[in-house]
Structure formats: structure tokens, C-alpha cells
């Protein structure tokens, strides 16, 4: 496709619950970046892909989250159990090498 | 680590005015990019203008300029002849021009919603 595409775009979990969020990046895009973003802030670092190598996880917040992109291309983040601090936008982003490309994010609201 | 200060969270402008909203950044290394980035209410990150430390001229996109003052380690962006559309949130953001995994990330600062007023 033309841009990044995410889904879903809204998402409403139960504490507790598992939930995964996709993000389809630009094809041919190396690069892969996932952000949170929480209410009233700035996009914050969580993870990395250099195809389908996960290069940096330092952004993630605990071992409750899990970023994959198995084949270079579709990257799926998992959040298991989820908490009400979890509740935020997340944005992912492709770059070719400079760039970036962002989606629209999925806002995720934990109750 | 690198960190990104917008020290207004919100600003207003009359429909054809300027405005300039401000950023500044702390960082020990000499040379990185800066960004400003525009986010609608749907929330797709827009990039508005970026600037490489290394050149001295400021960066122009159209009614887009930005001041950078490299040793003052301030950015700051100014938008001429406002318009309705502009009206969003705007995030500076800061990139290592090391093109290493870690580096290649964005650290964004804490946003400036601007309202554009008729």
C-alpha cells in the first residue's frame, strides 16, 4: 500500500486480557519503529526491526510486551495481560533507511 | 541520552499571523537531526521540516522555517501566513545521525497544541 497501515484503530481490552496490534509498514521498508504514545504526551521509543531483526527492545516497558515481525514485513505487538497503564495510542513507523513513515496508530483503552 | 523540551503546551494564532513555537534539546554529540512533526487529531505523525546540525542555513518548507541555534541547542519552528489547517498538536523530535540501530530511533518532546484562531 501507499502508507503504513494499522490496525485496529481502536481497541478496548479488559484487565487482564491479551491484545495484539498489527502494523503493516511500506513494502520494501527495512526499518520498523513501534512507539507509545499516552495521553497529553510525546511518542515515546519502544522497539526496533532491521527486517526481521529485532535490534533494540530497551523501550519496552516490561516483559509483558512482545514485538515480532517474522518475515521483514507485517509486525504484530503483544501485550499480555494488559493493565490500565497501558492505555495509549500506539504508532508504528517504516523507514527506508532516513525517513520515517508513520500509520494513524491504534488507540488502546484498558477498563 | 538525548532528551527534547517544548516548554508550551499550547499556543494560539490569528488566521494569517506568525507564530513560532520553541523546542530545545540537550545531547553530547555534534551531529544528529531535528524534526518537526505535525499530528492531526488522526494521529498520523506528519513530518513539517527537518534540519541536519551539520548545515548552517535554517531549513524553509513554504510558510515552514526553523531557527536553530546549535550551541544555544535550540530549534525553534516558525509558521508564517497561519491557516486553519495548521491548527494540531506539533512535537520536535531529535535522531543520532549515527545510522545504527539504537540511534536511528526519534526522542520526541512533550508536544505544542496550536489553535488557529479567525
Known amino acids: 500500500g501507499a502508507g503504513v497501515s494499522q490496525s485496529p484503530r481502536y481497541k478496548v481490552a479488559k484487565r487482564g486480557q491479551d491484545v495484539a496490534l498489527r502494523c503493516d509498514p511500506i513494502?520494501?521498508?527495512?526499518?520498523l519503529f513501534w512507539y507509545q504514545q499516552a495521553l497529553g504526551q510525546g511518542p515515546e521509543f519502544l522497539t526496533y526491526?532491521?527486517?526481521?531483526?529485532?535490534?533494540?527492545k530497551s523501550g519496552l516497558p516490561s516483559d509483558r510486551f512482545f514485538a515480532e515481525r517474522p518475515e521483514g514485513s507485517v509486525s504484530t505487538l503483544k501485550i499480555q495481560r494488559t493493565q490500565q497503564e497501558d492505555s495509549a495510542v500506539y504508532l508504528c513507523?517504516?523507514?527506508?533507511?532516513?525517513?520515517?513513515?508513520f500509520g494513524s496508530g491504534t488507540r488502546l483503552t484498558v477498563v | 541520552a538525548q532528551t527534547v523540551t517544548q516548554s508550551q503546551p499550547e499556543m494560539s494564532v490569528q488566521e494569517a499571523e506568525t507564530v513560532t513555537l520553541s523546542c530545545t534539546y540537550d545531547?553530547?554529540?555534534?551531529?544528529?537531526?531535528l524534526f518537526w512533526y505535525k499530528q492531526p487529531p488522526s494521529r498520523q505523525m506528519i513530518l513539517v521540516i527537518r534540519?541536519?546540525?551539520?548545515?548552517?542555513q535554517n531549513a524553509t518548507e513554504n510558510r515552514f522555517s526553523v531557527n536553530f541555534q546549535k550551541a544555544a541547542k535550540s530549534f525553534s519552528l516558525k509558521i508564517s501566513d497561519s491557516q486553519l489547517g495548521d491548527a494540531a498538536m506539533y512535537f520536535c523530535?531529535?535522531?543520532?545521525?549515527?545510522?545504527?540501530?539504537?540511534?536511528?530511533?526519534?526522542?520526541f518532546g512533550t508536544g505544542t497544541r496550536l489553535q488557529v484562531t479567525l
Open positions: 513507523a517504516s523507514s527506508p533507511i532516513y525517513g520515517y513513515t
Open positions: 513494502s520494501g521498508h527495512v526499518s
Open positions: 526491526f532491521q527486517n526481521e531483526a529485532q535490534l533494540d
Open positions: 545531547t553530547s554529540e555534534s551531529d544528529y537531526y
Open positions: 534540519q541536519e546540525a551539520y548545515k548552517q
Open positions: 523530535a531529535y535522531r543520532s545521525l549515527r545510522n545504527t540501530g539504537t540511534a536511528s530511533k526519534l526522542t
